[in-house]
């Protein structure tokens, strides 16, 4: 069964009309079965039974067969040769020819073309028409395409980030009865809703029933099934029975002729390798993948389809204009009186005169709101600067104090817990410092200030038995005080951590990296030296480490640590 990205696909039509018994209404609906049966298998000798249809329904002019072989072109441009446009024009032609003929075909039509807008992710569309077409066949108590609407409504939410109301729509489609391949691909879609969830262990168990082999049958998964197993188990970090995983995946791989789904599987196995640190194979399988996929794109003709489609309801339109053509005439020359025409044109003349002198004048006074305004924002900005300056004057008092506490102090263990008190509020410091010096008012620059904030502690630190370089790579994006202040404080536990612990003697060319980038929806802080790794667990009473916890919770941050050639920190920021 043909399927693309996120979401099932599936073919099948309902015969509209009477019942009929004779040998020819056998013979043509077993030409539709057969070409039904070679477009699932993308095979072009359903153009033989396609052919045969047309000849039919012109030798015995019948429209419910016209109709019919219109949507099996149209599925087989779709899915078989994905060319999207003529696929498009061949159900409006349908529809249209069911409208007129009221053939209650429409619904039918109303899927495919749900389908065809859901392959090329024009999501509003695809759901318009998956709408309508659910509609109908509750109506008719339509029970299996009932539940194909159902999952595909699911697929557009969950592509559109719609979680709770995705799964609603996947759990109701459970409710009816269905073949077990509408179950499995049910069960895929729901794993893949998961995974986008970051849910990776309960995506597990769902596509478990997706992929597993049917002992009586022999089916299993799909190619799109496999492809979710593999990125939910790169997400849980769950590899075990991979390898017979990657096995099947690269058979489906060669198997499949659809170049979006090749695609799609080319990036879930290049993924699963870099999981497992195979770097090698996965670099290997990401060359593949972009070919693939620029030539996908280039496929890919958007605008045309929604072009037809704006087409078809022009032509509607249209339609329904012409049989008021008379009407429309007879009253527009009863309207040619000069006298009146003449009244109007003075009539508009004087208001539009009147308007435009409204507009003057309420521009002069939207102007002169517009200099107050402005006068009161640079004011707050002089009073925000100002109080920005206050509070760094504030914070450097306190850092003084600190350093007078710390040299008094003779306890090597008190003196150190001081000057670790002092490094924080030099973190702070260099915020509102920021704040002040700067036009930008409503945040800090991450860039300019984690650049400044590691070379000022690693510049200052105290023990000068080794010279300890360092990297930053960081992007460059606003944040709030808030939220920089939380990550300026994890910043400087780590790299005083790394400082302290990291780097005896023995290590060669010490170095601390700090990393800083923005995914999808969150940002992900990475802080790594090379130096001796952790020995041991972090203990859990250190103040250090419960500063780092309590700000990550702040942030809503998950946080790891690793031993990789040195210490390596993570943190993935949710709340910012």
């Known amino acids: 069964m043909k399927r693309f990205i996120y979401f099932a696909l599936f073919l099948g039509y309902t015969f509209c009309g009477k019942a009929q018994t004779s040998e020819q209404d056998k013979m043509w609906k ?35 067969v016209e109709v019919q072989v219109l949507a099996l072109e149209g599925d087989y441009k779709n899915f078989v040769k994905n060319e999207y446009n003529q696929s498009a024009d061949l159900y409006l032609k349908a529809i249209a020819i069911s409208e007129k003929n009221h053939l209650n075909f429409e619904k039918n039509l109303y899927l495919s073309l749900g389908r065809l807008f859901h392959m090329t992710d024009n999501y509003e569309k695809a759901k318009y028409y998956y709408e309508k077409a659910l509609m109908d066949f509750r109506k008719d108590q339509d029970t299996l395409l009932m539940v194909k609407c159902l999952v595909n409504l699911g697929s557009i939410h969950s592509s ?68 979710y197993l593999l990125n939910a188990k790169t997400g849980s970090r769950n590899f075990e029975g991979i390898d017979s995983i990657l096995k099947i995946s690269y058979q489906l791989y060669g198997e499949s002729e659809d170049m979006r789904s090749k695609s799609i599987m080319l990036k879930a196995i290049g993924e699963t390798y870099y999981g497992m640190g195979q770097y090698q194979k996965a670099a290997q399988v990401k060359d593949q993948y972009i070919v693939l996929y620029d030539s996908l794109k280039a496929m890919q003709r958007d605008e045309i389809i929604y072009e037809m489609e704006t087409k078809y309801q022009s032509e509607k339109k249209e339609q329904e204009i ?110 509102h410092q920021k704040m002040y010096s700067k036009d930008q008012l409503t945040g800090i620059d991450t860039k300019e200030y984690m650049e400044d904030l590691v070379k000022d502690i690693i510049e200052n630190h105290t023990d000068n038995s080794h010279s300890v370089n360092f990297h930053t790579d960081v992007e460059r994006h606003i944040l709030s005080i808030e939220t920089i202040t939380s990550i300026g404080l994890i910043i400087n536990e780590l790299i005083t951590n790394s400082l302290k612990h990291a780097f005896p003697l023995s290590v060669d060319q010490p170095i601390i990296e700090v990393h800083f980038t923005k995914q999808t929806d969150f940002f992900v802080l990475e802080v790594k030296d090379n130096g001796i790794g952790m020995q041991q667990e972090p203990k859990p009473t250190s103040f250090g480490l419960k500063l780092i916890h309590a700000l990550a919770k702040k942030l809503k941050g998950k946080i790891t640590f690793e031993n990789k050639n040195g210490t390596l920190f993570t943190m993935e920021i949710h709340q910012f």
């Not at 003196?415 to 973190?427: E, G």
């Open 322 to 431: 012409a049989k008021n053509e008379a009407e429309k005439e007879r009253l527009s020359k009863q309207k040619k009186n000069l006298f009146a025409l003449i009244v109007f044109a003075i009539g508009v003349i004087l208001l539009l005169s009147y308007l435009i002198y409204l507009n003057i004048k309420q521009k002069k006074i939207l102007k002169a709101q517009t200099v107050q305004l402005e006068t009161l924002v640079d004011e707050k900005n002089i009073l925000m600067k100002e109080t920005h300056h206050r509070v760094k004057n504030s914070f450097q008092l306190v850092s003084s104090l600190l350093y007078l506490q710390s040299e008094n102090i003779k306890n090597e263990e008190a003196s150190q817990a001081i000057i670790d008190a002092q490094n924080r509020v030099k973190s702070m410091i260099l915020i």
């Open 160 to 227: 559109t980030n719609h979680y709770e109301l995705a799964e609603q729509f996947f759990m109701e489609s459970l409710n009816y009865p269905s073949p077990d391949h509408i179950k499995r691909a049910t069960y895929s879609n729901l794993g893949n809703l998961k995974i986008r969830e970051k849910k990776f262990k309960e995506a597990l168990p769902f596509l478990y029933k997706a992929t597993v082999k049917d002992p009586k049958t022999g089916e299993q998964g799909d190619l799109y099934d496999f492809s």
């Open 30 to 64: 077993g030409w539709i079965d057969q070409a039904n049966g070679y477009i699932d298998t993308a095979n072009d000798s359903c153009l033989i039974y396609i052919q045969k249809l047309k000849d039919y329904s012109v030798k015995y002019n019948n429209k419910n």
